[in-house]
Nanobody, 124 residues
Framework: EVQLVESGGGLVQAGGSLRLSCAAS????????IGWFRQAPGKEREGVAC????????YYTDSVKGRFTISSDNVKNTVYLQMNSLKPEDTAVYYC?????????????????RGQGTQVTVSP
């Protein structure tokens, strides 16, 4: 069974940084694409970043390019999202999603597994 557990969320002032973690279990990590999505109050869930575990390629939505970095640790079966220069509009619940043999995607419909999420709040 695929399990994804997010952690690392919290309250931070604008301009600050947070690092989110997504601990994965129940599947062969190398064969998956892992994505970070977020959902702000009253808004649809949107793709933020994705990493293809087979070749290490990464993808970002335009609003976070240059500020967020997605990476993975093969030994720990964990994917990270380093978030720098945070803005109040980054406030959302952040989710980790996984899909087998997916090249990568920022569209939630392409993913079959999702964690419970972690809250990120950025104050002005």
């Amino acid at each position: 069974e695929v399990q994804l557990v997010e952690s690392g969320g919290g309250l931070v002032q604008a301009g600050g940084s947070l690092r989110l973690s997504c601990a994965a279990s129940g599947f062969t990590f190398d064969d998956y694409a892992i994505g970070w999505f977020r959902q702000a109050p009253g808004k649809e869930r949107e793709g933020v970043a994705c990493i293809n575990r087979s070749d290490g390629s990464t993808y970002y939505t335009d609003s976070v390019k240059g500020r967020f970095t997605i990476s993975s640790d093969n030994v720990k079966n964990t994917v990270y999202l380093q978030m720098n220069s945070l803005k109040p509009e980054d406030t959302a619940v952040y989710y980790c999603l996984a899909e087998f043999r997916l090249v990568c995607s920022l569209d939630e419909v392409d993913f079959g597994s999702r964690g419970q999420g972690t809250q990120v709040t950025v104050s002005p």
